[in-house]
């Protein structure tokens, strides 16, 4: 049988494994190298190596290697290769060159050197040219150039072979198949496997180390289910070899299937990613023999349904790029190590990340760790021993859960859950607020939002402590809530958000008593509902998130007034009074802030609840010297008006300074000039101080109303609204 020269490309890390199974897989290793095999045997092992291999990117058949200098002897030398063995002239081709030399300085250029090459030795043997088709090529020519060395291959696997084909779901941070299969190798799931030992995720995200583990287990082919392979268009290609192979695989798979395999279950506290999950077990075949699961790490225990022997615990936490998520995620890794100490005595444990540090917050002592490459991410995979606690050691943990001072606040959250929590559940609230430092020494605000797919976050407000109140007592008291509130809700720590709102005498330029500052950790935006409309909320970015949540009975009561109306919404932050008027029937609307990043989020606010751009018009510009601009060209414009201005600002972009008590009967007057005959105007703030002016009072008619919903009623001065007419109506 003829012998052929290969190179196995694999992520850098998983050499001397990947050597490990080549071997098992037929080939003679002939010398490994950083991220990649050379091995030599038939093409029935390179069939079964693509077939077969869990941790290699590529199999590559070596045609030549030979030395060059100029691009004139790479084109010589490509131009060389029969290639008319190799593709039909008509056929289609694509090309992967890497490297550069001091002639060769871009590996574009080398391509198109390479094409040209191969394209005139077709032309000239045949007549006929392939072309160029980077999705469905009957042939990958394969280049690397190290200095003067070029290596010519034909990429045997197509597609990289880390895409088995079931994945066709992911995850915010996936993990890649073949470093999946690495994890699993490294931390002995096979020998666990056959000894009937249990895998478990604690955060399985999409999957990928559940099904991997699965088709380790029931010995299946990682690319028996892929839709092709390089080599099947390949002129040299061997179909009743690769038949052969292909066959046997299918029977290995059906006698796999048919045993009992071990418990292999996942769990993440992100049920979005679990559909993904389950779309991808499902497209892999083995509904039935891996199951998920939506539980946040804080309830990560042995699954009670059946008996399961104690096996490995594997997971690839989060690990944060910026300082403050490292900061909220080791909370997240101490309450993981909690629960293992606390309910796995007698697991091993593998924690993949890319930040050690994070991964020693469990508490667990790594007996062994090996470095590994997340794509470009330096990694560790961390093993761990989980040993038999003492009864005093188990009761230590658990009071570690709670201390005596967060219990007391976790016992008001309930309490506010009984009260608070089935009142937003009867009138169909998903954004509301838990607990207003109901205990004045923890002085904090909770709301909860729940997003448009069901998802739970907890967006925590500190106050500023009184200057009598020691800095470390303050934290601690920070850390007592946060802990209360993971454990009540059944939170994992990246669905809270933490924020520390200072307050400046005189100098908030927006609503809610501190300027919007961005915050170290910056998170991804949400999409919630209120009474039918979507908004994006940013818990993280900003000191508030989006949504006045105070505010949601005035955008219900503008709702309730909008059918029909021409409205005008100014200072509207990110609109969605606007919103909530248009879906109430509003006509037309303008909304005006100078604030060009609202401008962009009630934009997406917008577009998200189907408002035409031409009725409903944003306009950036200082709200002071519009309505000044306003009263020479929109008297009488407007039907309903909502004027809900800072209580102070002294923004850059304003011409003057605006001072709500001082300026708030200009701004009325202003606003009333601009209303049609009977018209309305909502006049709100937030300044807890705030008197109405006098001759305002005097000069029309003016109603203070109480809009403050059951979450907000033990604060009544957060905000005061008033609604204004003529005096004639």
Same mark, same amino acid.
């Given at each position: ?23 098992t ?17 038939s =093409? ?5 190596c ?11 058949l070596?045609l ?10 790479l ?28 002639? +060769? ?30 999705h469905?090529?009957?042939?990958t ?10 290596d ?18 992911i ?7 073949n470093? /999946?299969?690495a ?11 056959a ?24 010995d299946? /082919?990682p ?10 268009? %390949? ?6 070899? %690769? ?6 695989a299918?029977q ?12 292999i ?11 993904a999950?389950? /779309? ?7 509904e ?16 009670s349904h059946r008996?399961v ?20 995620l !080791?909370?997240?890794?101490?309450e ?13 444990v593998?924690?993949f ?16 760790h ?20 003492s ?37 169909g609230?998903?954004c509301? !607020? ?6 004045p ?21 500190e106050? !500023?402590?009184p ?20 454990c ?35 998170g ?10 979507e908004?994006?909320?940013?818990? %993280? ?5 989006g949504?006045f949540l ?9 709702r ?18 606007t ?15 100078m ?5 962009? %989020? ?29 009263q ?7 039907? =309903? ?9 002294n923004? /850059?972009k304003?011409?003057?300074?605006l ?13 009333m ?17 705030f008197?109405?002016d006098?001759?305002? +009072?005097?000069d ?7 809009l ?15 609604e204004i ?5």
């Amino acid at each position: 049988m003829e012998e052929f020269q290969f190179t196995a490309t694999c992520p850098k890390g998983l050499e001397s494994l990947l050597v490990e199974e080549l071997r098992t897989l037929g080939a003679d290793i002939r010398r490994e190298q950083p991220a990649a095999v050379h091995f030599s045997g038939s =093409l029935e092992v390179a069939y079964r190596c693509c077939l077969w291999s869990r941790l290699a990117n590529r199999i590559l058949l070596q045609l030549e290697q030979v030395r060059i200098s100029s691009a004139d002897d790479l084109y010589r030398a490509v131009a060389a290769q029969p290639w008319e063995q190799h593709i039909r002239p008509s056929g289609k081709l694509w090309l992967q060159f890497s490297g550069t030399n001091r002639e +060769i300085r871009n590996s574009q250029f080398g391509a198109q050197k390479t094409k040209d090459a191969i394209v005139d030795r077709l032309r000239n043997q045949t007549g006929a040219r392939p072309t160029i088709d980077k999705h469905h090529p009957d042939l990958t020519v394969a280049l690397r150039l190290n200095r003067d060395r070029l290596d010519i291959a034909v990429d045997l696997s197509g597609d990289s072979l880390h895409k088995r084909g079931y994945r066709t779901h992911i995850g915010a941070a996936p993990l890649k198949e073949n470093l /999946a299969a690495a994890l699993l190798l490294r931390s002995r799931w096979p020998q666990i496997a056959a000894d009937g030992g249990a895998l478990l995720d604690p955060m399985c995200g999409s999957g990928t180390i559940l099904i991997e583990a699965a088709m380790i287990a029931a010995d299946i /082919a990682p690319g028996l289910f892929r839709e092709s392979f390089g080599f099947e268009r %390949w002129l040299n290609h061997q179909s009743d070899i %690769w038949n052969n192979l292909r066959e046997e695989a299918l029977q290995r798979r059906a006698a796999g299937m048919e045993k009992k395999l071990p418990e292999i279950r996942g769990y993440d506290a992100d049920a979005k990613v679990l559909f993904a999950a389950e /779309a991808n077990i499902d497209r892999a075949g083995l509904e039935r023999q891996v199951r998920v699961s939506c539980r946040p790490v804080g309830s990560f225990k042995v699954p009670s349904h059946r008996e399961v022997k104690p096996g490995l615990v594997l997971t690839n936490p989060p690990y944060g790029e910026r300082l403050g998520e490292q900061e909220a995620l !080791r909370e997240t890794y101490a309450e993981l190590g909690r629960q293992l100490k606390s309910e796995f005595a007698g697991w091993q444990v593998g924690v993949f990340t890319g930040n050690p540090e994070l991964g020693y917050s469990t508490g667990l002592r790594s007996h062994k760790h090996y470095q590994l490459y997340n794509g470009s991410i330096p990694s560790q995979l961390l093993l761990f021993q989980v040993h038999q606690q003492s009864e005093s050691g188990q009761a230590t943990d658990r009071a570690r859960k709670l201390s005596v001072e967060a219990e007391m606040v976790a016992n008001r959250l309930r309490k506010n859950l009984r009260t608070t929590g089935k009142w937003a559940n009867r009138n169909g609230v998903d954004c509301y !607020r838990l607990y207003d430092a109901d205990l004045p020494e923890y002085s904090a605000a909770v709301d909860l939002y729940k997003t448009i797919d069901g998802t739970l976050y907890a967006h925590l407000q500190e106050y !500023r402590p009184p200057a009598s109140i020691d800095e470390g007592k303050a934290r601690n008291r920070l850390r007592d809530l946060l802990r209360a509130v993971q454990c009540v809700l059944e939170l994992p720590r990246a669905n809270i958000s933490i924020k520390e709102r200072r307050r400046h005498s005189h100098k908030s330029g927006q609503k809610g008593g501190g300027q919007y500052q961005k915050q170290a950790k910056a998170g991804t935006t949400l999409w919630v509902r209120e009474y039918g409309a979507e908004f994006e909320v940013d818990l %993280w970015s900003y000191l508030d998130t989006g949504l006045f949540l105070d505010h949601r009975p005035v955008r219900k009561y503008l709702r309730e007034l909008a059918s029909g109306k021409k409205f005008l919404n100014l200072f509207c932050y990110t609109a969605s009074a606007t919103v909530q008027a248009a879906r109430g029937g509003c006509v037309q609307s303008t909304s005006v802030d100078m604030s060009r990043t609202y401008q962009a %989020w009630a934009a997406r606010n917008f577009r998200a609840n189907n408002m035409d751009p031409y009725k409903h018009q944003l306009v950036e510009a200082d709200c002071l010297q519009w309505l000044m601009s306003a009263q020479q060209n929109r008297k009488g414009h407007y039907d =309903l008006i909502f004027l809900d201005p800072p209580s102070f600002s002294n923004s /850059a972009k304003m011409r003057g300074v605006l001072d709500v008590q001082r300026d708030h009967g200009k701004l009325v007057r202003q606003c009333m000039a601009l209303l049609a005959p009977g018209g309305t105007l909502v006049f709100s703030n937030n300044l807890r101080s705030f008197r109405m002016d006098e001759d305002v +009072i005097r000069d029309f008619s003016v109603k203070c109303l109480q809009l403050l919903d059951k979450d907000f009623q033990r604060n009544p001065k957060i905000h005061n609204v008033w609604e204004i007419r003529s005096a004639h109506q």
